[in-house]
């Protein structure tokens, strides 16, 4: 039984439609010398996204946002050498991150793990930037602070910056009359 030996395949992640469980897996090729090779499909990962939200998680980080899981190959014109691949965490999946009280984002502090913590941040960058340059009229304002030179005195004057609030509808009220 010592001449057995396992031939691993590519990874992938594959989808059980009646739990909707996902899952990493790999072929392996089970080779036994005198008997049939039996083929079969393990799972790396169990459940991807319950590793994923752990802190505990088997994925690995380059600290940069990148994600993956390693698993091992046998390399195909060498089957006594294996090599280590890394396989790319997918990116989250919709409404992962969202609360379903109150249906928005979660707080960074409520989820564990590097790899929420990632994408809970960036995803709130996304929903801010959104807001922010989506909208029809600015709630504020910021003239940041500056100098200029006084022409009648000859010296450099510095305006502090300024914020100013549009709590009004102001122009947009004139266009949605327009409008309507």
């Known amino acids: ?23 990493l897996v790999q072929d392996q090729i089970m080779v036994v010398p005198g008997v049939d090779s039996v083929s079969c499909v393990i799972a790396l990962v169990d459940d991807i996204w319950a ?10 980080t380059n600290d940069k946002g990148y994600f993956y899981w390693e698993y091992t190959q046998t390399l195909v ?42 994408w809970v941040a960036k995803l709130k960058t996304y929903a801010d930037n959104y807001e922010y340059h989506a909208a029809v009229q600015k709630k504020e304002v910021v003239f940041p602070k500056n100098e200029y030179l006084d022409w009648k005195t000859g010296k ?20 949605l009359n327009f409008m309507f």
């Open 77 to 118: 014109d060498n089957p006594d050498l294996e090599i280590t691949v890394n396989f790319e965490c997918p990116k989250p999946k919709d409404g992962l991150f969202i609360d379903p009280d109150t249906k928005e984002l979660v707080d960074v502090d409520e989820v564990e793990g590097d790899y929420a913590k990632y």
């Open 156 to 175: 450099i004057e510095e305006v502090d910056e300024v914020l100013v609030k549009n709590d009004d509808l102001g122009d947009i009220d004139n266009l």
């Open 51 to 60: 590793d994923l939200l752990s802190s505990s998680g088997t994925y690995k």
């Open 1 to 23: 039984m010592n001449d057995v030996k396992y031939i691993k395949g590519q990874a992938w992640i594959a989808k059980d439609e009646s739990t909707g469980k996902e899952s």
